[in-house]
């Protein structure tokens, strides 16, 4: 009797688990996904709709829509700081594009493998150069970027111990500070800096040959969405490896190039 009692009692904890499977799956019936919507080539707000994010991402969001048979609705959601204020919250189900932090993961799973591979760069007035090839040669001098953004685990700590660096609200408004010479560098991502300086028609700054770090950008899912189990998951993660395979995003990147340049004022 007590064996029977315990096959009984494991088989009605594995019909629970199931159970609760399938109520996670079917609550599942489409996912709220966002980002950091100062972020051409990758991202930013569409001119025809602000609700909307366009870019490379948007082009691998909707394939993986596509490709996995689910509604999936790349949307803006306020600044980067607030995206992952509403995913850490539950409102936002992923985050189309952060790099890895371990302070993250106490809120949302990273995806793997990585959709790309980005590199953060010191930018300099070209009026006012600076030498720059590793970290300690910017302690003397006065940076900025863009608040809520990392910049890879290691480097955000060095940053907040060792550097002078100071923290604004957004890309245009750090790209303009440096174009008046009123901090010696900016840290901050090659191709979305790169993006932004040609539509604000800035052209007396230019970057260090040696980039702060080299970072993996990931989607990600929150730990309090109704989509956030094992099984999809696993099917997101496989179109991935795949898309990888095929080259996908070097294709969305030059979509996303010209979408962008067809926008910027000449």
């Known amino acids: 009797m007590p064996l029977i009692k315990t096959v009984v009692m494991m088989l009605a904890l594995t019909s629970v688990g199931f159970t ?73 189900d992923m985050i189309a594009g952060a790099f890895f932090t371990q302070p993250r993961t106490l809120y949302m799973d990273y995806l793997y493998p990585a959709f790309q ?3 953060t760069s010191v930018w300099f007035n070209t009026e006012h150069p600076i030498a720059y090839s590793e970290w300690s040669d910017l302690k003397s001098l006065q940076g900025m970027t863009v608040i809520n953004n ?25 790209l303009r500070m440096l174009n008046a010479q009123r901090v010696d560098y900016l840290v901050y991502e090659e191709n979305p800096a790169k993006a932004y300086a040609k539509q ?40 991935l490896i795949q898309f990888a395979e095929e080259g996908r995003m070097e294709q969305y990147l030059e979509r996303a190039l010209n979408d962008w340049a067809m926008q910027t004022p000449k």
């Open 200 to 239: 604000l028609d800035i052209n007396n700054i230019e970057t260090s040959t040696t980039p702060i770090t080299e970072q993996a950008l990931f989607l990600t899912m929150s730990q309090k969405s109704a989509c956030n189990n094992q099984a999809f998951k696993h099917k997101l993660e496989q179109t």
């Open 150 to 174: 990392s910049f890879g685990q290691e480097f955000d700590e060095y940053a907040k111990s060792d550097l002078n660096i100071s923290y604004v609200a957004s890309l245009e408004q750090a």
């Open 117 to 119: 591979k980005t590199q």
């Open 20 to 92: 609760s499977q399938l109520k996670a799956d079917s609550s599942c019936s489409g996912l709220t996904a966002s980002g950091n919507a100062e972020y051409p080539p990758y991202l930013w707000r569409s001119p025809k709709d602000p609700r909307q994010l366009v870019g490379a991402i948007r082009y691998l969001i909707d394939d993986l829509a596509k490709e996995t048979s689910t509604k999936i609705s790349l949307i803006y959601s306020g600044p980067w700081g607030r995206v992952q204020q509403e995913t850490a919250a539950g409102r936002v």
